[in-house]
């Protein structure tokens, strides 16, 4: 009797406690909005200039995107912002820091010191993070202050994943009636294979590169068994709903129908998703951004778009459910080109040493 009483205590205590943490509100609804934020194939475009003429260029630059960056994040009352990867290479002062002036002892690669700045929740690697080699990469990371994530690189001699495969962000979040939860966001991110071939110098035994979606249907069931309460795949690839194979460089259409995966930002192919590019796709709704079913959003490039997924989340039965969601992106100029967002100031203060010395370097090569 005595054991039945205390099965029975024990059995409301854990009732009451798990209604206590999820504080339905009066219609037995605990309602979270969450916005996730995504720039993409930045390709060490932080200032609106284009170097190869060298002249102001208000098409690209994570000085403008940040603009929009800030303005999402004050009308929301959660947000995550990642990056998809492919940001140190692709422009002269990527080139410039890498090859000609090299990393200033102590000093934070600027790419970095912009995501830093801008308080980026977790990171990717992209494909081309790895062109100045695996030393220089290692380096510049160092300076990096969140999670730098990817899942299908492993290393040759441990047989290990190279990086970091996985996060799972912990995020104070509030409801829609000013309540707080916390909530448990899984992170992976994945590269195309191609890699071993793009980059087979810096990379043969060294790493080696394990198919996406294999990778991610690996990985998934860790996020969840570790209480990840949604998952977000970094998806450095692109969108195509070309026969599946193992080898894809655009993997996007398959792993949004990996069940436990809840949303996808998507990269690599420098497009717009939603958008006209993508209308033939299958099963793919362009008004709310879904491929099966799943948000995903594809940032363009160069700092010319912010990708936004805003997602409610609906907590009725003490487990986290997304019960709406829709995806878009916002771009820094209107069709004409003309600037629809001021730079952000702080960020080019903080990154103008680099411009400033590249721009100098490109003028004495009367390029
Ligand atoms: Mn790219
Ligand atoms: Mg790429």
Do not use: C
Not at 120 to 126: H, R, S, T, V
């Amino acid at each position: 009797m005595k054991k039945r009483m205390l099965s029975l205590l024990i059995l409301f205590l854990t009732f009451t406690s798990n209604t206590f943490a999820a504080e339905p509100s009066a219609d037995g609804q605990t309602l979270v909005n969450l916005r996730i934020l995504e720039t993409t194939d930045l390709h060490a475009d932080l200032i609106n200039y284009d170097y190869y003429q060298t002249k102001m260029d208000n098409r690209i630059g994570l000085v403008k995107t940040a603009t929009l960056i800030r303005l999402a994040r004050k009308e929301s009352k959660n947000s995550l912002l990642f990056d998809d990867g492919d940001h140190l290479k692709g422009n002269p002062l990527g080139e410039y820091l890498a090859r000609i002036r090299g990393m200033h002892k102590g000093k934070i690669h600027p790419v970095y010191r912009a995501f830093n700045y801008l308080k980026y929740d977790a990171i990717a690697i992209g494909n081309h993070e790895f062109n100045y080699g695996l030393g220089f990469l290692k380096t510049a990371l160092k300076g990096a202050r969140m999670p730098v994530l990817n899942t299908n690189v492993f290393s040759v001699k441990t047989n290990q994943p190279y990086f970091k495969p996985y996060t799972i962000l912990n995020r104070k979040v509030i409801d829609q009636s000013g309540r707080s939860h916390e909530l448990k966001i899984g992170v992976i991110a994945l590269m195309p294979t191609h890699i071993m071939k793009w980059d087979k110098a810096n990379l043969e035994g060294k790493v080696f590169a394990k198919p996406m979606v294999e990778t991610a249907k690996e990985f998934v069931p860790i996020l969840k068994a570790e209480g990840a309460d949604i998952i977000i795949a970094l998806a450095h690839t692109g969108i195509s709903n070309e026969p599946y194979h193992a080898d894809t460089e655009n993997a996007v259409y398959y792993l949004t129908q990996i069940p436990e995966i809840d949303v996808v930002l998507a990269g690599h192919s420098h497009s717009v998703f939603p958008g006209p590019v993508y209308q033939a796709l299958p099963n793919t709704n362009m008004e709310t951004g879904e491929i099966n079913g799943k948000p995903v959003v594809m940032a363009a490039a160069f700092g010319s778009r912010l990708g936004i997924i805003d997602l409610e989340l609906s907590n009725r039965t003490g487990k986290w459910r997304i019960v709406a969601q829709k995806s878009y992106t916002k771009p820094i100029v209107d069709e004409k080109g003309r600037s629809l967002v001021k730079t952000d100031i702080g960020l080019y203060k903080l990154v103008k040493e680099e411009h400033e010395e590249t721009v100098d370097f490109i003028k004495k090569l009367g390029l």
